[in-house]
C-alpha cells in the first residue's frame, strides 16, 4: 500500500523555522512506522534524522508524535494508522534536528532523584532478600524505559520546564518503595520542591502515552501519598 509520511523537518543550520516535508512510501501494512522511516532515509532522503536502536521498543530511543499521539516508531503498525501518517518531534524539548531532540535536561531530571539503590549497611554474603509481596510494591515501575513519551505528553510540563515531570517521578518510584533502598526521605524530599509532584494536576496524559503500559499516575499518587506520610 502506499502511505504519506508528512514529518516536521528542521535543519538549525539552514532553517529559521521547523516546515513540513511530505513522502510517498510503499509499505506492507504490517510495516511499522519504524520501517517508513528507514525507507524515507534510505532511498528518498538521507537528510532525514531520526533516533532507534533496538526496534523492538526496548530501548527507548524512537519516541515520537505520530498522528498526534506520543509513540514509539517501532511498536506502531502502518496498517493502524490509515494512509496518512504524520511524525513530528516530541514537544517540549529543544530540537537538534527533525525528529531528533536534546534529552539532557530529560536526563538530568532523571539524575537528581539518585535513581539507583541506596543502601549503606556491610554487604550480606548472599542477596538482600525481599518477599514478593515487598518486590511487587515498584514492579510497575520497573519497566520504564526512560522513552520520554510521558513527560513531553504533559500539558505542565509544556507550560512550565522546570517541572520534574512523570518520567522522573517513575524512576523515583521505583527505589522510593524498594524495601532494600535507604535513600527513600532524600527521594521524597527532592519531589516535594516546587517543581515537584505537587505540580501534577493528575491529567493522565502520562499514563496514556506509556508505551509500557505502566500506570504513571498511580505511581505519583503513591510518591504524593508518601510524602504526606513522611517526616523527613
Ligand atoms: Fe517512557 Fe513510560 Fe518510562 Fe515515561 S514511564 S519514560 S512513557 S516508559
Ligand atoms: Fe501531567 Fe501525568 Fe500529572 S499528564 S499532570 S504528570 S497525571
Ligand atoms: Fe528501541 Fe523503538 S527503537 S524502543
Not at 77 to 106: A, C, S, T, Y
Not at 121 to 135: F, M
Not at 165 to 187: K, L, Y
Request: proline share 5%; hydrophobic share 40%.
Amino acid at each position: 500500500m502506499k502511505v504519506t509520511f508528512r514529518i516536521k523537518r528542521f535543519n538549525p543550520e539552514t532553517d529559521a523555522r521547523p516546515h513540513w516535508e511530505e513522502y510517498e512510501v510503499e509499505a506492507e501494512p504490517v510495516d511499522r512506522v519504524l520501517d517508513g522511516l528507514h525507507y524515507i532515509k534510505w532511498y528518498l532522503d538521507g537528510t532525514l534524522a531520526f533516533r532507534r536502536s533496538c526496534g523492538h521498543g526496548i530501548c527507548g530511543s524512537d519516541a515520537m508524535m505520530i498522528n498526534g499521539r506520543n509513540r514509539l516508531a517501532c511498536k506502531v503498525l502502518l496498517k493502524d494508522l490509515g494512509r496518512k501518517v504524520v511524525v513530528e518531534p516530541l514537544r517540549g524539548f529543544r530540537v537538534i534536528k527533525d525528529l531528533v531532540v536534546d534529552m539532557e535536561p530529560f536526563f538530568a531530571k532523571y539524575r537528581a532523584v539518585m535513581p539507583y539503590l541506596v543502601n549503606n549497611d556491610p554487604a550480606p554474603e548472599k542477596e538482600r532478600l525481599q518477599s514478593p509481596e515487598e518486590r511487587a510494591r515498584y514492579d510497575d515501575t520497573t519497566k520504564c524505559i526512560l522513552c520520554a513519551a510521558c513527560t513531553t505528553s504533559c500539558p505542565i510540563f509544556w507550560a512550565n520546564g522546570q517541572y520534574i515531570g512523570p518520567a522522573a517521578i517513575v524512576a523515583a518510584h521505583r527505589f522510593i518503595f524498594d524495601s532494600r533502598d535507604q535513600a527513600a526521605a532524600a527521594r521524597l524530599e527532592i519531589l516535594n520542591d516546587r517543581s515537584g509532584v505537587w505540580r501534577c494536576r493528575t491529567v493522565f496524559n502520562c499514563t496514556e502515552a506509556c508505551p509500557r503500559g505502566i500506570d504513571v499516575t498511580k505511581a505519583i499518587e503513591d510518591v504524593k501519598r508518601a510524602i504526606l506520610l513522611s517526616r523527613f
